[in-house]
């Protein structure tokens, strides 16, 4: 762009240069000289050099065309439209006839929203250049922005003069005219239209559409009537009926006409996408409210045809969601996507979230399964996949996809999911009697994030089982804890790995914390819990009380041989 930029200064500025005023040759000479020298430093990138010679340039001669414009674009970089402004005057003022001076002239006014400025600029290029339409154009979208309608006629009048009649200038002219409230020139516009283009139906539609506006229903009907014998498949005349029958309130024929027309196998995909996301916008936020059962109608009729692409499917699923549509007509369609598109992410993610909050570790498994068989780079579906794994004892294939998962991420990838795959992992190792990997695993966890609680509080615990690295686990336990501050499970912990380091006395203080969280009646969950009161009440010398948690924690579903020795021999046992 800025290549563009300079290359076209160069070749303006080699003319403007000559429009010089009260300057002697030597001055102009040397004012060229600096002017041109800015113009190379400014075409190899070297900008502070060029605003220097362009600076100097002007010190020798203030009214340089050239330099005035360099200056300008600079002044505007640097926030100072007001000087970008004056530079450009100046120039414009010493060259009268420089076309690119008075353009970007035009566009600073524009940019500044100075509009009254910008038009009497172009209104003096129009009548310099008299044949350039480009003009007229600027003139036109400005007259506009005023708005200026009667202006706006005017040029495009002056534009159709230069280029002929055609189909654009005519259709902004009808515009124009209804705008203005002129429906006798709008309908004449579109006649001319017509006349023009006689086997181009939307024009002969538009003055069916002009009489429907104007409350001259008969006189619509009797237009969309004669195009129908014309051509009873045309997509713009069953619109324009269809539109009819809505403002007529004949909604069983504005339905039928509906299904024609998004069932027309010669309306192209793009505009029957629109026409659905025009429909499924009206009745999901107009003012007559949503009749979904319609709605669903007309895009179910549009799913029983060949499809290119998942587009109108998406489009369908977004509505269905939006209306609160019940998930069971909704996974259909996304597994219509799927099935269309195996690599369908949107579709996959919608029923993903679905079978999660269903708990179908099933339907998880089948849809995760199927996105890393197509060799998905998307570790996501690897975790959600051992996390059903996991719920279902799965363990060497939750070991297994976290695996391959885990080679997918990389710096971009959400942090929590990282630390809970290695969790995972960690946590299926030790279920099958691999602790050496397990703490690996746990490790690893807590190198991503060492204020993981639930990683703290199992690595302290599994560690305390084996009675290895107990300093580490009371370490591990106690930030647990800190963290945590009334989880009864994190202080059994500590208590635990206090109990292991043969630190009794201590260990019954944080027991006796766990007790009073879990309460006079504690539920199965807490079953473990109970029964490591009554090994530290055992060890503390507190025998009568130990029996009664050891019981509590049999009857709460405890059933281990150690725990039975340990009511029968009433003492604790390993």
């Known amino acids: ?25 030597e001055e102009q000479a040397k004012a060229d000289a600096f002017y041109y020298d800015a113009m190379n430093e400014r075409l190899k990138g070297n900008h502070a050099e060029a605003f220097q010679l362009f600076t100097h340039a002007l010190a020798v001669n203030p009214n340089h065309v050239g330099a005035n414009y360099g ?33 970007a002239l035009v566009q600073l006014y524009v940019s500044e929203d100075k509009t009254d400025e910008a038009i009497r600029q172009l209104e003096d290029m129009a009548a310099s250049y008299p044949q350039n339409s480009n003009i007229l154009f600027m003139l036109e979208e400005l007259y506009q922005r005023k708005p200026d309608y009667q202006k706006v006629i005017e040029t495009l009048d002056r534009i159709e003069l230069l280029e002929g009649k055609n189909e654009e200038i ?8 209804i705008q203005m409230n002129d429906k006798e020139k709008a309908f004449a516009e579109m006649r001319e239209l017509a006349d023009e283009y006689p086997n181009d139906l939307r024009y002969k539609a538009r003055i069916g559409d002009l009489y429907l506006d104007s409350g001259e229903t008969e006189k619509a009907y009797e237009v969309y009537q004669q195009l129908q014998q014309e051509d009873s498949t045309n997509v713009n005349v069953l619109l324009s009926l269809a539109h009819y029958y809505e403002t007529t309130h004949q909604d069983s024929l504005y339905q039928q006409n509906l299904m024609r027309i998004v069932t027309n196998t010669s309306l192209p995909e793009e505009s029957r996408m629109r026409l659905m996301q025009t429909i499924a916008a009206q009745n999901l936020f107009g003012q007559q409210g949503n009749d979904t059962t319609k709605v669903m109608g007309l895009f179910d009729k549009i799913l029983q045809q060949p499809q290119e692409n998942n587009n109108m499917a998406e489009l369908y699923v977004r509505y269905m969601i939006s209306s609160n549509v019940s998930t069971s007509k909704v996974k259909p369609v996304l597994q219509r996507m799927l099935d269309t598109d195996p690599e369908a992410d949107i579709a996959r993610n919608q029923l993903l979230s679905y079978a999660i909050d269903a708990d179908d570790d099933k339907e998880v498994m089948r849809l995760c399964k199927t996105a890393v068989d197509y060799a998905s780079e998307n570790p996501v579906y690897y975790y959600y996949l051992s996390v059903a794994y996991l719920r279902n004892k799965r363990y060497n294939e939750a070991i297994d996809a976290n695996r391959k998962g885990l080679a997918k991420t990389d710096s971009k990838s959400n942090l929590d999911m990282i630390v809970n795959m290695y969790t995972i992992m960690g946590d299926c190792y030790h279920y099958t009697g691999r602790n050496a990997r397990a703490f690996e695993c746990y490790d690893s966890c807590l190198l991503y994030k060492p204020n993981d609680v639930l990683v703290l509080n199992n690595y302290a615990y599994y560690l305390s089982l084996e009675k290895r690295e107990l300093e580490k686990a009371e370490r591990m336990a106690s ?7 009334d989880n009864a499970t994190y202080i059994d912990t500590y208590a635990w790995v206090l109990f292991q380091q043969q630190k009794y006395a201590e260990a019954k203080v944080y027991i006796d914390q766990v007790l009073n969280i879990v309460g006079k009646e504690p539920d199965k969950d807490d079953a473990t819990l109970i029964e490591h009161a009554g090994d530290i009440y055992s060890q503390c010398g507190f025998k009568d009380k130990a029996l009664e948690y050891w019981k509590q924690a049999q009857g709460l579903g405890v059933k281990s041989k150690t725990l039975e020795r340990k009511i029968k021999k009433k003492k604790y046992i390993e």
């Open 170 to 177: 005519s259709t902004e002219k009808y515009r124009i005219y």
């Open 479 to 485: 930030k647990a804890i800190e963290l945590e501050k």
């Open 71 to 103: 200056m300008s674009s600079y002044y505007h970089v640097l926030g100072s439209d007001e000087k970008a402004g004056e530079a450009l005057k100046t120039a414009a003022d010493h060259d009268a006839g420089n076309y690119w001076v008075k353009h």
């Open 1 to 25: 762009m800025y290549r563009f930029l300079h290359i076209l200064l160069l070749f303006v500025f080699t003319l403007g240069v000559r429009a010089q005023e009260a300057c002697s040759q």
